[in-house]
């Protein structure tokens, strides 16, 4: 133990594994009186606060009562240039994307602009306890510059990449199959592996690109270890009809990708509302990953995720906010409209998944789960504080709970940025919220 190491005393829950496959009662730990042990960013140790303390006697001990410790949640899916249009009115995606995203991203071409975006998203992720996010920028390479420049400052552990968009979108927002190369090509020598942050090769969606930028972009990621790929799939139904259009000789939407080396590990869809089995077997066969955003495919009406099926194909699935289509940063939030979409499948959302979505099936969707997601002796120090106080409501309707999961249901359900007292990354804390 050396000087710098840092104990923190509250409630700790984190995931072990997926309940989907080891059963509720074996996918987490959860120590009512824990202690959490972290040392140059790392975690040291984590279980129950009696024992540990003995173990670090003469450690330095923050106590959170009323709090549960969890790891820092993990966003698939949300699009940095996006902020300002949350919450836009009345619009499915393809008229959405007109009508608000696009005039909004063009703004980025600005570096200014797109530093005090940086700024105000980064804000906002640590605010709702996220700490790690796989994120879109715009066309423009300053906005990912922007963006990893502030992760940077931060020490957090992020993954974004400049949006490819050669044809069927804005004429101030396209680049070329070339050009989209070179500039990913040029931010991918200064980002990636750079502190804790991962460049993702970033096709919007199969529409607004060639099949030559398809192909460049699926040559670039193959040419980096550890890179990342990054796009949309089978989110809206016209959308789908459109694909179909755009490219009448493959079989499905997923077969577009697949066909231009845009699909494997560390593989990214985001949405995949709309997947038939065959996408979902060629998905999970592949070892990609999909992004279910809940508040997204409701907002914009896109439709209801089908998670026991995607996940029954061996589909890695973690939870995006998909702001600004999405309408919360929360992954509380998100994960209480889940549990809603599920409902209306007929299915459930147990509270002990919900916490392996946002935490340790996030970090394995995005094969990050040796560095983050949960508690594990040397896994990197990113978690939360959540106040079990934060409302009235929530104080009070906690007070009620008879069992622990009963509890977590309740904060998932009720809580929001408001809940989350503090957010730490590598150890540092970076959001206090009084
Ligand atoms: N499909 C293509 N672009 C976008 C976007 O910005 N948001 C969402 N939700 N879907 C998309
Ligand atoms: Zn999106």
Redesign the pocket.
Known sequence: MSHTTQAYRAAILHSLADPSKVGVEQSYEYFEDGLLVVEEGQVLACGPAEELLVRFSGVTVTEYPDALITPGFIDTHI?FP?VGVIGSYGTQ?LE??NTY?FPAEGRFADAEVAAENAEVFLGELLRNGTTTALV?GSVHKQSVDAFFEAALARNLRMIAGKVLMDRNAPDFLQDTPESGYADSKALIERWHGKGRLSYAVTP??A??SSSEQLALAGKLFGEYPGLYMHT?LS??LK?IDWVKALFPERKNYLDVYDHHGLIGPRAVF??GVHLCDDECARLGETGSAVAF?PT?NLF?G?GLFDLPRVEGHGVRVGLGT?V???TSFSQLTTLSEAYKVLQLRGESLNPFKSLYLATLGGARSLYLDDKIGNFAAGKEADFVVLDYKATPLLEFRLKQAKTFAEKLFALITLGDDRAVKETFAAGRSLHRRD
Do not use: M, Y
């Open positions: 699009h996006q995606l959405w994307l995203t879109f919007r969606f529409p607004t949309h989110e809206n959308e985001a949405h955003c997204s914009i896109s998909d600004g289509g999405g």
